[in-house]
């Protein structure tokens, strides 16, 4: 069993930056592909950026060179630095942890970008 508790969130100008963290509890952090999803009103819940045990990452093509995901195994910690912010970018942000057919979400924490 893994909870997931995010992080970070709030109201920022376009442009700006913000720092999602999501803390894990439970075991083997490690061994799970972690990720990060958004749902805007509306909208079905989108992968916005996934990191593997190994470390590699992929990214939704929207935000690849703005967002950068890493996680602190030693720590039990995901992030998702996000800078140049933009309009669209508003939604929920929810951390998931991925091991085979499990899947755990946190509760997701609101990420508003407006001038």
């Known amino acids: 069993q893994v909870q997931l508790v995010e992080s970070g969130g709030g109201l920022v100008q376009p442009g700006g930056s913000l720092r999602l963290s999501c803390a894990a509890s439970?075991?083997?952090?490690?061994?799970?592909?972690m990720g990060w999803y958004r749902q805007a009103p509306g909208n079905q819940r989108a992968l916005v950026a996934r990191i593997r045990s190994g470390g590699s990452t992929n990214y939704a093509d929207s935000v690849k060179g703005r967002f950068t995901i890493s996680r602190d195994d030693a720590n039990n910690t995901l992030y998702l630095q996000m800078n140049s912010l933009k309009p669209e970018d508003t939604a929920v942000y929810y951390c998931n942890a991925g091991l085979g057919f499990v899947n755990y979400w946190g509760q997701g924490t609101q990420v508003t970008v407006s001038s």
């Open positions: 439970g075991s083997i952090f490690s061994r799970y592909v």
